[in-house]
Nanobody, 115 residues
Framework: QVQLVESGGGLVQAGGSLRLSCAAS????????MEWYRQAPGKPRELVAV???????NYPDSVKGRFTISRDYGKNTMYLQMNSLKPEDTAVYYC?????????WGQGTQVTVSS
């Protein structure tokens, strides 16, 4: 069974940067889309970054220009580079890899941005 292990979360001051990692326990070749979500207390889960099999990326306005999704197939890992962080970015961040008949989620990693 494939597992996604997240790392890189922590505490950072406003304006700082963090890079989150999402590593798969084995190589996956059937993934159609890779995503990052976040969920803050009292708020619904929000999609913040998408990387498709065709190579396109998408971001909501709330993070566009500040967050970048990428992947390294050699390391079976995807990343979320977060720059110019704001207190409203504080949330638990989850990675998700999905394709036909597969849907894998990471365990979540806490990101806290202090003002």
């Amino acid at each position: 069974q494939v597992q996604l292990v997240e790392s890189g979360g922590g505490l950072v001051q406003a304006g700082g940067s963090l890079r989150l990692s999402c590593a798969a326990s084995r190589i996956i070749i059937s993934i159609d889309v890779m995503e990052w979500y976040r969920q803050a207390p009292g708020k619904p889960r929000e999609l913040v970054a998408v990387f498709t099999r065709g190579g396109s990326t998408n971001y909501p306005d709330s993070v566009k220009g500040r967050f970048t999704i990428s992947r390294d197939y050699g390391k079976n890992t995807m990343y979320l580079q977060m720059n110019s962080l704001k207190p409203e970015d504080t949330a638990v961040y989850y990675c998700r890899w999905r394709g036909t008949s597969v849907d894998y989620w990471g365990q979540g990693t806490q990101v806290t941005v202090s003002s």
